[in-house]
């Protein structure tokens, strides 16, 4: 077994094991997938093929906000000083936190899409594609938690974390289009990558990709290099400034 | 055999000097211990005797091989005990046995981690998560995790630091255990520490590593009557 995988395996453990974590990332957003069709609201973002791609981004924030929680926490806790000690390599940390997130991704997708089924979603092989890009969008979600918490200490990686959960839901189109509102904040969204995100889960589902721009590609793009890149290099810095 | 030695060992933080010129030479086997008050510069040797920080100038040789070549290499035959408690929080003892293992690639991990546990008689907590433990016990499996590779050279950062007598006397009769077979460099500012454990004791005050001998040495050369009185006389010659 590599080291890689051997600290993702820590990792998974020290997630799954925290409840608060599951709640947020599993219960919550299943709560509010089921809460919103209990009502027959006749907005367009609430239909069962829009709605689950949203409540899936909206439980990737908390992916977000749980990976810098675990990072922030093990830089300050002297583990990483014996693990710095050890052979392991920078890749191998980095490598090793996004990979123990994955199975929590896959766990949330797949139960989302379970209950969307039970509720009337129609099953189609377009769900598991969906499942498929979700899992490569989660790794930016992942990144911006590994880039927060090299960042911040335990305690900032609460406030930061839900500025990026309230991102998610108002930016990203999931509860209303952002032309209801318009002018700045319009711009906004369009310049923040979680609408792009949101359409390109959402044209998967439907195999429908007329609602994707060009520009939602792009942006998404240069966000999920550049944060990968940057939590890279953060985490390294931190690492070894931690321990000067 | 030497299993370490430093030339003009230095680290600054911006203006501060916490670790200033140390030439170290410690024997294979050899149990040494950094004997210096809070600040002196203990944490920060060991930090750059272990791989964790860069010094800011001179050399360390360890085993033969140059840190600034053979970094990995040397990572390989040594291990750490760090002065906070440093083990997987939400991990049972034997989890946090199992991923160090994996960490340092142990081909014979079952039977290792099975010495480990009777050595350290952990049967009693093996299933327990780490973040429940009492500090005598964090502290104990954290030395015993760092055993995982049969580490050539082994260093405890205040090993029994916040611990209540009987649990450190406890430590002491393992870290007694081990002595002879692994090099030990342990840092303390208990003098009894390190006068009862150790072969030899550099006693470091403000980042200076004033004196180096054994306890009866130091107290020979200061003419004082017991070693507190000796540690008092070589510490405030490094202010
Ligand atoms: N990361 C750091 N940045 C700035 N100063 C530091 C840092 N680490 C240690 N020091 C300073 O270096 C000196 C030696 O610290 P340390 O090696 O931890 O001492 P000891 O372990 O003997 O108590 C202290 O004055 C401490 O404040
Ligand atoms: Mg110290």
Redesign the interface.
């Known amino acids: 077994m590599t080291r890689m995988i051997n600290f993702a395996k820590r990792n998974f453990k020290e997630l799954i094991r925290d409840p608060l974590s599951l709640v947020f990332e599993i219960a919550l957003p299943l709560f509010l997938l089921f809460l919103f069709q209990q009502f027959d609201i006749p907005a367009d973002n609430y239909k069962l093929e829009n709605f689950t791609p949203s409540i899936i981004l909206f439980g990737f924030s908390f992916i977000t906000l749980f990976a810098a929680t675990l990072v922030a926490k093990d830089r300050t806790s002297s583990f990483l000083i014996r693990l710095g000690a050890s052979p392991m390599k920078s890749s191998d940390y980095i490598l090793g936190y996004i990979l123990s997130l994955l199975p929590m991704v896959l766990i949330q997708n797949v139960l989302f899409f379970l209950v969307a089924v039970i509720m009337g979603l129609e099953f189609s092989i377009s769900i598991i594609l969906t499942i498929l890009v979700s899992m490569v969008i989660s790794i930016f979600f992942i990144s911006l938690g590994i880039l927060i918490g090299s960042l911040v200490s335990e305690k900032g990686t609460g406030g930061l974390g839900s500025i990026v959960v309230q991102l998610v839901c108002f930016t990203s189109g999931m509860y209303f289009p952002k032309d209801s509102i318009g002018g700045v904040f319009e711009i906004i969204c369009e310049i923040l990558p979680f609408e792009a995100c949101l359409n390109i889960t959402q044209g998967t589902l439907h195999n429908d990709f007329s609602n994707l721009t060009p520009a939602d590609i792009v942006v998404f793009l240069i966000y999920f290099i550049a944060i990968l890149l940057l939590s890279i290099i953060f985490f390294k810095k931190r690492m070894i400034s931690d321990n000067k | 055999m030497v299993a370490i030695v430093t030339r003009k060992l230095t680290k600054k ?1 911006k203006d501060k000097v916490a670790v200033n010129e140390i030439d170290l030479k410690i024997k294979q086997g050899e149990l040494f211990a950094l004997l210096g008050v809070n600040g002196a510069g203990k944490t920060t040797t060991i ?1 750059m005797l ?4 860069l010094p800011t100038s001179g050399d360390i040789v360890i085993d033969n091989m140059n840190m600034k070549k053979d970094i ?1 290499k040397i ?2 035959i ?14 049972t003892v034997k ?1 946090n046995l199992e ?2 293992a ?4 142990i081909k014979d991990k079952g039977n290792k981690i099975n010495e480990l546990i009777k050595q350290f008689k952990l049967d009693e907590i093996l299933t327990k ?1 780490a973040k429940t433990l009492s500090g005598g016990w964090q502290r104990k499996v954290s030395i015993a ?2 055993l995982i590779n049969d580490p050539k050279i082994l ?1 405890l950062d205040e090993p029994t630091l916040g611990l209540d007598v009987i649990a450190r006397k406890e430590l002491w009769k393992i870290i007694e255990g081990l002595k002879g077979k692994i090099t030990i460099i342990l840092t303390t500012h208990y003098m009894e520490e390190a006068e009862s454990l150790s072969d030899r004791i550099g006693i470091m005050a403000n980042g200076n590593l004033v004196d180096i001998g054994t306890s009866k040495e130091l107290i020979r050369k200061t003419k004082t009557k017991n070693f507190e009185d000796a540690f008092v006389s070589i510490a405030t010659r490094g202010e």
């Open positions: 933080f930090k272990s791989g964790l920080i990995f990572k390989e040594l291990n750490i005990s760090p002065q906070e408690t440093a083990i997987a929080p939400n991990l989890e991923f160090m994996g960490v340092y690639r998560r995790i760092s260093f």
